[in-house]
Structures are given as structure tokens and as C-alpha cells.
């Protein structure tokens, strides 16, 4: 039995706090998905980093840009990929299980009770209105993640540069979000890795 297969976590990335067991991780995900209707990134954002110390606001800006950019829900993959790597596989599983479960079980209830009353005005005024407050809680918490961009490799002004190109591309120009990540995201990871070697190669210097 490796040790991925413990009740205890396999490692610890940074001095904050960390899921004490697999059943932790369920049941802290299984909290975390009920509460995010419509602008998750605020809850994961506020839970993992705030509340449960789990990841340092650099850790999450980094881990959520990679689940982003993989296919399927970001928050899924996020899941995915914290429960992996503090009890492995079956972290994994746990997280995962954790962020589907009850989601899964409330969505099918509602689905069959929301059928008969989809096309009712009051329906898709409410609709609209919780479109709207997720879209704000979308905002908040990228600007509360700009703080985090001042400790990155490629400077705070690259970053800015970056996030407008990003924001014009898709917000302004419609471009297909594959485009802007294989374009712009290509672009801002060979920069970081230029930027990585320059500070090596610093460091190594005599």
C-alpha cells in the first residue's frame, strides 16, 4: 500500500493548513459545491483560501489557471487535482465525489419541478437576475486576485498587459476562447519561461 492510500495527507505545499483525511476532503466539497449557484470562483476562492487555508492566493491563481485551461469544469478539475495531490488517487476520487454528489441529486429535482414553470415570466426574470449576481462575483473575485499577480515572475505590468489582451479578444473582438488561449496563452507562457530563465540564470551567476 503506498502511502497515497492513507488517511494521511502525502504532502504539504505550503505552512498553511491542509485536509486531515479523504472523508475531510468529501465532505469540504460537498459544502463548497452546495453553496456555489452560479459564481463558483468566488466560493472556491473564498473556502480554500480564506477559510480553509488550504492554497495561498498565489497557489490558487496558478492552480486555477491550469484547471482552466483543461477540459471540463474548472472547479471539477480543481478538485481533481488538490485531492491528487494530498492522498493521491483516492483523494482525487473523494474531492470529485465530494463536488458531484449532492449537486447532481439537487439538479435533477429541480430540473423536474423547474419543466413546468421554465417559460413563465417570473421564471426567467429570476433567471436573469442570478446571471447578473454571478457575474459580480465573477468581477469581485478576479479583482481580489490581482494582488496575487505582484509576486509573479513576469512583472505586474506583463500581467495587466496580458489580462486587456485577453479581455479584448474575447469580451470585444468574439474571438473563440481556443483561439485566445493557444494565442495569447501560448505567448504569456513563453515569456514567463523566458522570464524564469533570466532569473536562473541570476541567481546562478557569480
Not at 435533477?108 to 426574470?125: C, E, I, K, N, Y
Request: net charge neutral; charged share 15%.
Amino acid at each position: 500500500m503506498t502511502l497515497a492510500n492513507q488517511d494521511t495527507p502525502t504532502t504539504k505545499p505550503h505552512a498553511g493548513k491542509q485536509p486531515q483525511s479523504k472523508t475531510d476532503l468529501f465532505v469540504s466539497f460537498s459544502k463548497l459545491a452546495l453553496q456555489g449557484f452560479g459564481g463558483v470562483l468566488a466560493i472556491v476562492q473564498r473556502e480554500l483560501v480564506e477559510e480553509k487555508q488550504w492554497l495561498t492566493q498565489e497557489e490558487f491563481l496558478e492552480d486555477w489557471a491550469v484547471a482552466q485551461i483543461l477540459p471540463g469544469p474548472n472547479v471539477v478539475n480543481l478538485s481533481l487535482m488538490i485531492g491528487d495531490r494530498y492522498f493521491g488517487f483516492r483523494g482525487a476520487l473523494a474531492a470529485l465525489a465530494g463536488m458531484l454528489t449532492f449537486p447532481l441529486v439537487i439538479v435533477l429535482v429541480l430540473a423536474a419541478l423547474f419543466g413546468g414553470v421554465a417559460d413563465t415570466p417570473a421564471a426567467q426574470g429570476a433567471l436573469r437576475g442570478m446571471g447578473a449576481v454571478a457575474a459580480g462575483l465573477i468581477a469581485a473575485t478576479g479583482i481580489k486576485l490581482i494582488g496575487a499577480l505582484q509576486h509573479n515572475v513576469m512583472g505586474l505590468t506583463v500581467c495587466w498587459g496580458l489580462a486587456v489582451l485577453s479581455f479584448v479578444a474575447i469580451g470585444v473582438l468574439r474571438w473563440p476562447l481556443v483561439l485566445v488561449l493557444l494565442g495569447v496563452g501560448g505567448v504569456a507562457c513563453l515569456w514567463a519561461y523566458r522570464c524564469l530563465e533570466t532569473q536562473r540564470l541570476t541567481k546562478d551567476a557569480p
